[in-house]
């Protein structure tokens, strides 16, 4: 992977494209014992200022977590095509019952049949402070022959995508 330096809006783009291709993310979060816990998530809503809104259950394990220790790391990784995304930042438990409505969706309510309206739904509200992405420019025959000439030459690979980050603002 070559290092891409990209503007930092330019960067924060490419995130936010990758992102979208991607969808779920591993959310990982820090124990109470200083253990990570990770689990699938899907941001309802996020912008290119690196704030990211999910609907959770009040009573999670997450939800305490994260009451116990802001840290938090988003993990999207897209295998097939070789893209990931990596961000880190902080995270905080809202009731808002407005903000809720606003990003409600019918998927929602595979987890919520009650609607927006049901009290045991809280938001995590994550804003990115740093992000790494790592995106594959090359096809399944660029990487076999990198691979192949990184064997016989034993030199790491050199063509196989590109690699940037891009800073946020604090919480």
């Not at 019918?106 to 992000?131: M, T, V, Y």
């Not at 399944?140 to 800073?167: C, D, N, R, S, W």
Request: aromatic share 8%.
């Amino acid at each position: 992977m070559s290092a891409t330096h990209l503007s930092e809006d330019d960067a924060k783009q490419k995130i936010s494209k990758l992102m979208d291709e991607i969808l779920t993310c591993q959310m990982v979060t820090v124990g109470a014992d200083g253990e990570l816990h990770a689990r699938p998530m899907v941001a309802q809503e996020r912008n290119l200022e690196g704030e990211f809104w999910f609907i959770t259950n009040k009573a999670s394990r997450k939800t305490d977590e994260i009451r116990n220790s802001s840290k938090m790391l988003l993990s999207y990784a897209h295998a097939g095509q070789q893209d990931y995304v990596s961000i880190s930042g902080k995270a905080m438990i809202i009731t808002d019952s407005d903000k809720i409505k606003q990003i409600w969706t019918k998927d929602c309510e595979l987890w919520f049949p009650n609607g927006p309206s049901d009290p045991n739904i809280a938001l995590i509200r994550f804003q990115a402070e740093n992000a790494e992405y790592w995106n594959s420019t090359s096809n399944a025959l660029v990487f076999a022959y990198e691979f192949i000439k990184a064997k016989l030459t034993q030199q790491p690979p050199t063509e196989l995508g590109e690699m940037g980050t891009a800073h946020y603002k604090s919480m």
